[in-house]
């Protein structure tokens, strides 16, 4: 039985070499999705400031827009 009991212990061991090593894979790959969500977010960032800069807009009318007040958005749901 004890020799049992050490192959079940030995298969432990083995199994959670092979979780960490997919846990260190999964780190990895999730540090990446963060990393290209981030360039994601800063290029938007750039291309909505963009957009400000060379509109003939106000900020506060750009605000009312983005926040659902603006009259267009309320014509076009009636």
């Known amino acids: 039985?004890?020799?049992r009991s050490i192959s079940i212990d030995e298969k432990i061991?083995?199994?959670k070499e092979v979780v960490s090593l997919a846990k260190d894979k999964?780190?990895?790959a999730l540090n990446e999705l963060n990393v290209l969500v981030k360039k994601?977010?800063?290029l938007q960032g750039k291309e909505l400031l963009n957009a400000f800069v060379n509109s003939d807009k106000s900020?506060?009318?750009i605000?009312?827009?983005m926040g659902g007040k603006h009259e267009d958005n309320?014509?076009?749901c009636d």
């Open 74 to 76: 309320i014509k076009k």
């Open 63 to 65: 605000l009312a827009f």
């Open 26 to 28: 999964y780190e990895v």
């Open 59 to 61: 900020l506060d009318e």
């Open 1 to 3: 039985m004890d020799r």
């Open 40 to 42: 994601k977010q800063d």
């Open 13 to 15: 061991k083995k199994q």
